[in-house]
């Protein structure tokens, strides 16, 4: 069993796996309740589940990027664990879980499209990679800029899946026949589990002295107001 956290967006989110089928899933999309909720949120998952912590086999958490207040949360909940019931700690990338839940979600994540997971930044900043159908990485994650060359070169040629928190405020600028809008996707703990569950099988874990989320851009605190 692998219990899964993701609070890199608003969204607050734990899952319970075993063997890489989702047992149960709690979760909540509202921003600044992560604090709040999650340990609540696994208590209740194991509860209604009947599972102990001794059952755990490991704990794995979204990564990054994201949120820094939310990732430092997840992060923060899941080596808290790790430390006290002495398990594995798993790290997935926060956009690779996305794609993998675009493939599991939507009938336009097929064929020959490329999928392109948005995490909203600020104005029209987004953190961003590709993958394919497959759940392959074709580019990076990286921080972008949004307009209206975004994307270009693969729009010329190729269908793109954006979906996220980051994609709908990139709509009207993304004006390309090519592009694609996956409605109301939200993250969620439960599109860890394929990835989660190849990790473990693996052994491919964490120091869970020093790991810490994958940021991608350092922290701006922002002015007070007056």
């Keep these: 069993m692998i219990l899964q956290i993701e609070t890199a967006t608003t ?3 734990v899952a319970l796996s075993k063997d890489g089928e989702v047992l149960a899933v709690k ?11 999650i340990t609540l949120y696994i208590e209740e998952l194991l509860t209604t589940t009947g599972t102990k912590y001794s ?3 490991a704990i794995a958490v979204s990564c990054g990027p994201g949120s820094y207040t939310g990732l430092r949360i997840g992060i923060s909940t899941a080596k808290g664990l790790c430390y006290a019931l002495d398990k594995p700690l798993i790290a997935i990338e926060t956009l690779e879980a996305m ?9 336009l994540a097929t064929g ?15 953190y961003t990679a590709i993958f394919n159908t497959k759940g392959e990485r074709i580019n990076p994650t990286a921080a972008e800029i949004i307009n209206e060359n975004s994307f ?24 390309n026949p090519n592009s694609l809008f996956l409605e109301g996707f939200a ?40």
Excluded: W
């Design 11 to 13: 969204v607050c989110s």
């Design 27 to 37: 979760q909540m999309d509202q921003r600044n309740i992560h604090a709040e909720v």
């Design 55 to 57: 059952d755990l086999g």
């Design 99 to 107: 794609a993998y839940g675009a493939i599991c979600e939507s009938e």
């Design 112 to 126: 020959d499209t490329l999928l392109c997971p948005m995490i909203d930044a600020r104005r029209m900043e987004v």
């Design 152 to 175: 270009a070169d693969l729009l010329s040629s190729n269908k793109i899946l954006f979906f996220g928190d980051g994609a709908e405020k990139c709509r009207e600028t993304l004006n």
């Design 187 to 226: 993250n969620s703990a439960s599109y860890l589990t394929k990835r989660a569950t190849e990790k473990f099988a693996a052994k491919d874990f964490e120091d869970v002295a020093y790991f810490e989320p994958y940021y991608l851009k350092d922290f701006i605190a922002g002015k007070k107001k007056a």
